[in-house]
């Protein structure tokens, strides 16, 4: 079995889901996936929609705010901070801070938030906070550099690996979509931390639509996702879940030992 190496290029966080992230020097990784990340949400209250997760597939005006959460973030699982309002989902200290499109910054619990976020993005709406709120669960989503640059040459056009919203960016000296085929059990350790394809929804990642709006939600790319379905699968990346938590930092060394997809089962 081939063992590739290289190193953590990009430790991303998405701290609202479908807003735009922030970039860290690095994270805590457990059993939540990435502390803090998607663990606030915007929910729909429109009508035949209330209670829905709102996403950039209803509204892409969400790509045009940003969020981001205090700079003590790197806290282990369980580590004390302050009840009540101070305390944020996510293992951090405090909620995040949302950038309006107009440079206005509102911290997550300021009252004027909601009414600013309904004006911006057309639509009644609350807010929720929850640990795990991810579409699969508390998984981690892996992308490759290879594979990047070898879509980008295929597309003939610069690609934004931001698209993708992964949570770790590896430049590895594995073939471009080598993880197109990384079934269960393959392992990848970087830092102090192991992740494995295991348990549901994990392995290779199915795209939704949204990596065709650029990451600021002013464009969209159709073609983009035409020829992901036509020529990958419509894969990119990979989801994992952790098996051993710690903290990954920018620069740290990775490794990625690959096992084979699962044979289809046979018939008699």
């Known amino acids: 079995m081939s063992v590739y190496r290289g190193r953590v290029q990009r430790v991303l966080r998405w701290p609202v889901k479908s807003l735009r992230g922030e970039e860290l020097e690095g994270a805590r990784l457990d059993e939540r996936g990435l502390a803090g990340d998607r663990a606030y949400s915007l929910v729909d209250g429109r009508e035949h929609h209330g209670g829905k997760v709102l996403t950039v597939r209803q509204r892409a005006e969400m790509l045009h705010w940003s969020s981001a959460l205090p700079a003590a973030d790197i806290l282990p699982s369980g580590t004390d901070v302050p009840d009540g309002p101070e305390r944020g989902a996510g293992g951090t200290a405090g909620g995040p801070v949302l950038t309006a499109p107009d ?105 939704c639509a949204v990596p065709s709006w650029d990451p600021h939600g002013l464009e969209r790319w159709p073609e983009l996702q035409k020829w992901l379905i036509a020529e990958h699968a419509n894969k990119f990346g990979v989801i994992m879940r952790v098996t051993r938590p710690g903290t990954v930092r920018r620069g740290d060394p990775a490794t990625a030992s690959p096992a084979p997809p699962e044979a289809p089962a046979g018939g008699s």
Request: hydrophobic content about 40%; glycine content about 10%; charged content about 25%.
């Open 103 to 207: 440079g206005t910054v509102w911290h997550w619990d300021d009252p004027g938030l909601t009414a600013a976020l309904r004006e911006s993005l057309g639509v009644p709406l609350s807010l929720r906070a929850a640990d795990g709120q991810q579409d699969r669960g508390p998984t981690v989503l892996v992308t490759c550099e290879a594979s990047r640059a070898a879509l980008e040459e295929e597309l003939g056009a610069p690609l934004d690996v931001l698209r993708f919203r992964p949570n770790l960016h590896l430049d590895l000296d594995a073939p471009a979509f080598a993880e197109e085929d990384w079934g269960p059990g393959t392992v990848i350790t970087a830092g102090e931390t192991e992740l494995t394809v295991t348990g549901p929804h994990t392995g290779p990642c199915i795209r």
